[in-house]
């Protein structure tokens, strides 16, 4: 017979239990999914520590728990730690032990997206997969007359004595390298990628990626915390240069005069979650860690969206390339922040095949 453990495990429910203290003692397999939050991450921890975004699934566990009111189907968004919310019923109950008193309570969890958002997500790639055509066909149209705009400021720039003048014509100059850098991202995002891939040594990465943008930082700024035993991954070395390069130049620009950003690598063994199209077992985790101003919580999911960014000069295309790049490696992203504290992005990346 399978034992109580299997059962809970095999819920397509997620469950949640906490002891009499609020320590939560059960997060399954669906509640793990459902949460994008391996259990390792919330055993053992006080309720509004694990689960510090759902206020109020926090709420009803505790008021389960202290005051025995019970909630049923109650309708909430539950936050994944990748960014975004799912809609879920909770149900919590009491839990008592064989002498009828209060041993801690437990939430279902029950997935309500359901079909709805499987349409809405076949949907939603569809029309990102028309807006990239679109972008791609638009940036090859604007960069042509572009550049005809730039040869003709260089050359009024070389025949203008005036010189009053001719700083006019390098800011035409300057501004139009810049769309020009821009074009060329969108263009990047929107071909599909022909990836070379090769086992490759990630600190070997990470170490250009610093050398490249270390000017103007103090000089103890970069803190590398590697673990030299880390196998090679399977990636493509000008693009993951490419992810890195992202990743730290937004740390860089969250940071005020002493902060630092921390570059964490290790082998990551007991992940366990299996997400559509990711490979399994071991990864590589690649953590770029700032103490910057952090992300509001708003603005969590929209980084990923092609343009979005809170920056005068920012593009808004670093996050959604990485994430493009990350995916076509059968890789993973995660994202943590709190405002005025910092954000850590997690990468994982596959190990390359001996
Ligand atoms: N480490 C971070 N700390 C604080 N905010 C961040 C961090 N990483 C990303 N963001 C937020 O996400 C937004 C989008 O980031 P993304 O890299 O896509 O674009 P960008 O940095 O604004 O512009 P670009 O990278 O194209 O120059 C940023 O504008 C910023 O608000
Ligand atoms: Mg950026």
């Known amino acids: ?23 939560v003692t059960v997060f399954n397999q669906s509640a793990e999914k459902m949460a994008g939050v391996s259990r390792s991450l919330v055993i053992g921890k006080a309720l509004k520590d694990a689960f510090r975004r759902d206020e109020r699934l926090v709420e009803m566990l505790t008021k389960t728990l202290k005051e025995g009111r019970l ?12 960014g975004g919310t799912l809609p879920v019923g909770i149900t919590t109950s009491q839990v008592f032990d064989p002498d009828g008193n209060v041993a801690g309570a437990s939430a279902l969890i029950k997935d309500l997206s359901g079909i709805k958002s499987l349409e809405a997500g076949s949907l939603r790639k569809e029309r990102l997969a028309y807006i990239g055509t679109f972008a791609a066909n638009l940036a090859h149209e604007i960069k042509n007359p572009l550049s005809g705009i730039r040869g003709a400021a260089q050359l009024l720039a070389k025949k203008v004595k005036d ?5 006019y014509m ?4 300057k501004e139009a390298d810049r769309l020009n850098l821009i074009l060329n991202d969108m263009l990047d995002f929107a071909r599909p990628a022909r990836l070379d891939k090769k086992p490759l040594n990630i600190h070997k990465v990470l170490d250009s990626v610093v050398l490249l943008l270390k000017d103007g930082l103090p000089p103890d700024a970069f803190v590398r915390a590697y673990d030299p035993s880390i196998p090679d991954v399977d990636g493509d070395e000008g693009q993951l240069t490419q992810v890195f390069l992202n990743l730290v130049k937004n740390a860089k620009e ?12 290790r082998i990551i063994t007991e992940f ?3 997400e559509e199209g990711s490979a399994t077992g071991k ?11 952090g992300i509001r919580e708003e603005d969590l999911e929209k980084i990923f969206t092609p343009f979005f960014t809170t920056k005068p000069k920012g593009s808004g295309l670093g996050m959604a390339i990485t994430l493009k790049i990350i995916k076509e490696h059968n890789g993973l992203l995660k994202i943590d922040s709190a405002p005025g504290e910092g954000t850590t992005v997690t990468v994982l990346l596959p190990i390359a095949e001996r």
């Not at 909630?71 to 990748?82: D, G, T, W």
């Not at 969250?254 to 690598?265: P, Q, S, V, W, Y």
């Open 1 to 23: 017979m399978a034992s109580y453990e299997d059962i809970l495990e095999n819920l397509s429910e997620g469950l949640i239990a906490v002891d009499i203290d609020g320590r």
């Open 272 to 274: 366990h979650l299996v």
């Open 170 to 173: 390098n800011v035409i100059m």
């Open 71 to 82: 909630f049923a189907e109650y309708e909430e968004k539950l936050h994944r730690r990748l």
């Open 254 to 265: 969250a940071l005020d005069k002493n902060g630092e950003i921390r570059l964490t690598t």
């Open 163 to 167: 010189e009053s003048l001719s700083d």
């Open 283 to 293: 990864m590589v985790s690649v953590e770029v860690q700032d103490n910057g101003c």
